[in-house]
């Protein structure tokens, strides 16, 4: 709106438009602005010449209550129990309960694909036969999930084709199976050329910078191009899984590459992530107020670099770890 953008922006968004199945795509600096950005354009009003008006004061959002911070701070400030709903994690029933009460002109649904804390995958297909029944929009934040899933002879294959078919919009972060940094939102070609001035967030802070842009496209080219790379990660990761399992080591219940070991007391928490320090680990430790008081865990994804003796390695800390924390 303001410099126009570089060649490699453009092509980004439209290599993204084409993966998620949208009309168009718009790039942001991270992941974090793409939602916030979302849900302020879903939600401002503006005025233009001519006689243009955008009045989008009136909308309904209802989130998964577990979504990630950033659609909560893009939330900030309107009307709980009025313009903002929150249905319990992963329960459609509870997201009909709402949509059926609510029964708005204009309803926004939003879900997130793999969650970031538990690495469950949400309830993708029945969150949007919920949404088609009240027509309600839909957006998928799938900031995990992107050039991970979808594939039939992967987990999570007939969810990732809904988000693709079906969903309104998609969010993708750059982050996670690229490995560089920004976000983007993907949708209808005239809400996102709406997007670019509404959304305060693309408008009025830098963008990706072009050579980000250009190598982030061609790592999706390249995981595409050889579907061998994700496929060969996501067995590594179901493999430690077994593992972790076969030394009765806990996991919340899901099939994805996040494997979250609730550890509960916070404080534990935190000393084990002391410890692993300690003896040459560096691992994400989940405590208060990334997640509830004293519901802290380690969140682990494997690298595709770790070999088996790191692993083994890393299996046998945890367990010594758990029996010093009486876990």
Same mark, same amino acid.
């Given at each position: 709106?303001?410099? /126009?953008?570089?060649?490699?922006?453009?092509?980004?968004?439209?290599?993204?438009?084409?993966?998620?199945?949208? =009309?168009?795509?718009?790039?942001?600096?991270?992941?974090?602005?793409?939602?916030?950005?979302?849900? $302020?354009?879903?939600? %401002?009003?503006?005025? &233009?010449?001519?006689? #243009? =008006?955008?009045?989008?004061?009136?909308?309904?959002?209802?989130?998964?209550?577990?979504?990630?911070?950033?659609?909560?701070?893009?939330? *900030?400030?309107?009307?709980?129990?009025?313009?903002?709903?929150?249905?319990?994690?992963?329960?459609?029933?509870?997201?009909?309960?709402?949509?059926?009460?609510?029964?708005?002109?204009?309803?926004?649904?939003?879900? *997130?694909?793999? @969650?970031?804390?538990?690495?469950?995958?949400?309830? #993708?297909?029945?969150?949007?036969?919920?949404?088609?029944? @009240? %027509?309600? #929009?839909?957006?998928?934040?799938?900031?995990?999930? &992107?050039?991970?899933?979808? +594939?039939?002879?992967?987990?999570?294959?007939?969810?990732?084709?809904?988000?693709?078919?079906?969903? !309104?919009?998609?969010?993708?972060?750059?982050?996670?199976?690229?490995?560089?940094?920004?976000g983007a939102i993907a949708g +209808?070609?005239?809400?996102?050329?709406?997007?670019?001035?509404?959304?305060?967030?693309?408008?009025?802070?830098?963008?990706?910078?072009?050579?980000?842009?250009?190598?982030?496209?061609?790592?999706?080219?390249?995981?595409?191009?050889?579907?061998?790379?994700?496929?060969? @990660?996501?067995?590594?990761?179901?493999?430690?899984?077994?593992?972790?399992?076969?030394?009765?080591?806990?996991?919340?219940?899901?099939?994805?590459y996040m494997l979250s070991v609730?550890?509960?007391?916070?404080?534990?928490?935190?000393?084990?992530?002391?410890?692993?320090? *300690?003896?040459?680990?560096?691992?994400?430790?989940?405590?208060?107020?990334?997640?509830?008081?004293?519901?802290?865990?380690?969140?682990?994804?494997? $690298?595709? /670099?770790?070999?088996? =003796?790191?692993? !083994?390695g890393f299996l046998r800390t945890?367990?010594?770890?758990?029996?010093?924390?009486?876990?």
């Amino acid at each position: 709106m303001t410099q /126009g953008i570089c060649r490699p922006h453009q092509v980004l968004e439209d290599t993204i438009a084409r993966h998620t199945g949208k =009309e168009r795509a718009i790039s942001f600096a991270t992941g974090l602005l793409a939602n916030i950005g979302f849900v $302020h354009a879903m939600s %401002s009003s503006a005025h &233009f010449d001519a006689g #243009i =008006e955008v009045r989008n004061h009136d909308t309904v959002f209802v989130v998964d209550r577990d979504v990630h911070w950033s659609i909560w701070k893009g939330l *900030e400030g309107r009307d709980y129990g009025r313009n903002v709903h929150a249905f319990r994690h992963n329960d459609v029933s509870d997201l009909t309960r709402i949509l059926e009460r609510v029964r708005a002109r204009k309803t926004v649904v939003i879900a *997130e694909s793999i @969650y970031s804390a538990d690495g469950t995958m949400g309830p #993708i297909v029945d969150i949007l036969d919920a949404c088609e029944r @009240y %027509s309600a #929009i839909s957006m998928i934040d799938d900031a995990n999930g &992107f050039m991970v899933y979808g +594939p039939e002879n992967r987990p999570y294959a007939r969810e990732a084709a809904a988000i693709r078919d079906r969903a !309104d919009f998609v969010m993708v972060s750059l982050s996670k199976a690229i490995g560089l940094e920004g976000g983007a939102i993907a949708g +209808p070609a005239s809400a996102i050329d709406a997007f670019e001035l509404l959304s305060g967030t693309s408008m009025f802070t830098a963008a990706i910078q072009p050579p980000t842009a250009y190598t982030a496209k061609r790592t999706i080219d390249v995981l595409a191009d050889d579907p061998a790379i994700v496929d060969h @990660y996501l067995a590594h990761a179901a493999r430690f899984r077994r593992q972790m399992h076969e030394s009765d080591t806990p996991t919340t219940p899901t099939d994805s590459y996040m494997l979250s070991v609730p550890i509960g007391n916070d404080a534990a928490a935190l000393h084990m992530r002391e410890w692993f320090v *300690e003896d040459g680990y560096l691992v994400p430790v989940f405590s208060y107020p990334a997640v509830p008081r004293n519901r802290a865990l380690l969140r682990l994804f494997p $690298h595709a /670099g770790h070999t088996e =003796e790191q692993m !083994d390695g890393f299996l046998r800390t945890l367990l010594a770890y758990r029996r010093r924390l009486g876990l």
